[in-house]
C-alpha cells in the first residue's frame, strides 16, 4: 500500500466547515472512481507539544489518501493530469484551489 500525506493551509477567507464537506465529496468521487484505496478525513496540526518539531512547516491541515500500490497511484496522477475524466479533473482542480502552502508527502509500506 502507498501512502500519501498532503499537508496544507486553507487559503484565506475559506470557510473550514465548507471545506470539510467539500473534501467528503471529493474522496468519495475519487473511491467510486477507483482512483483511491480510501482516504482519512482532514486533521488539523497540534502545535503546542514537544511531540511536533516541525518549526520550519508551517502548513496547519493534513489528510492522508492510500493507494492500494503503484500503479493506482500513477494511474491516479495520470487520471488527473491528462484530464481523462473532465468532472473528476474539475473537481480536484476546485479542491486544489482552497489550499495554499501544500505538500504531498508518498510512502509505500512494506508487504510482508
Same mark, same amino acid.
Given at each position: 500500500?502507498? +501512502?500519501?500525506?498532503? *499537508?496544507?493551509?486553507?487559503?484565506?477567507?475559506?470557510?473550514? %466547515?465548507?471545506? $470539510?464537506?467539500?473534501? +467528503?465529496?471529493f474522496i468519495t468521487e475519487l473511491h467510486a472512481t477507483g482512483l483511491i484505496l480510501a482516504a482519512d478525513p482532514?486533521? $488539523?496540526?497540534? $502545535?503546542? %507539544?514537544?511531540? !511536533? %518539531?516541525?518549526?520550519?512547516? *508551517?502548513?496547519?491541515?493534513?489528510?492522508?489518501?492510500?493507494?492500494? !500500490?503503484?500503479a493506482q497511484l500513477d494511474e491516479a496522477y495520470a487520471h488527473i493530469e491528462e484530464g481523462m475524466d473532465p468532472s473528476t479533473t474539475a473537481t480536484h482542480l476546485r479542491m486544489y484551489r482552497r489550499i495554499t502552502n501544500s505538500v504531498f508527502?508518498?510512502?509505500?509500506?512494506? *508487504?510482508e
Open positions: 500500500m502507498i +501512502r500519501m500525506l498532503s *499537508a496544507f493551509n486553507l487559503k484565506p477567507g475559506e470557510d473550514e %466547515t465548507a471545506f $470539510r464537506a467539500a473534501y +467528503r465529496d482532514p486533521g $488539523r496540526r497540534v $502545535r503546542d %507539544t514537544p511531540m !511536533d %518539531t516541525g518549526d520550519d512547516c *508551517a502548513q496547519e491541515f493534513f489528510s492522508i489518501m492510500c493507494f492500494r !500500490d503503484r508527502l508518498c510512502w509505500e509500506e512494506d *508487504a
